[in-house]
């Protein structure tokens, strides 16, 4: 069973940045995409960032250049570098990450983290 374990959520001010982290836990054979995805109440969850495999980087328009993804393969970990933030940015953050759970059926899984609480408030 494939887990997203995120962390690095908080309590910030204006201005200020947050590191977000997700590790991909379980019995995985490969990962093929790791994205941060956004939500708040009363509105769809909105992609922040993902981040494929080889590196290819795509942007959601809420990131607004301000926003880092990056990822180590070999942790199987993705990480979201949020600088001036604002209180627009404040926001449930979701994990998500796609591949195969081996190599010979080559089963897919797609899976959300619980998520992290971001707050921008001064």
């Known amino acids: 069973q494939v887990q997203l374990v995120e962390s690095g959520g908080g309590l910030v001010q204006p201005g200020e940045s947050l590191r977000l982290s997700c590790a991909a836990t379980g019995n995985i054979f490969s990962v093929r995409i790791m994205a941060w995805y956004r939500q708040t109440p009363g509105e769809q969850r909105e992609l922040v960032a993902e981040?494929?495999?080889?590196?290819?980087?795509n942007f959601g328009d809420s990131s607004k250049g301000r926003f880092t993804i990056s990822r180590d393969n070999a942790k199987r970990e993705v990480y979201l570098e949020m600088d001036a933030l604002e209180p627009d940015d404040t926001a449930v953050y979701y994990c998500?990450?796609?591949?195969?759970?081996?190599?010979?059926?080559?089963?897919?899984?797609?899976?959300w983290g619980l998520g992290t609480q971001v707050t921008v408030s001064s």
């Open positions: 998500n990450a796609d591949g195969r759970l081996d190599d010979v059926r080559r089963t897919p899984f797609d899976v």
């Open positions: 981040i494929g495999s080889s590196g290819k980087i």
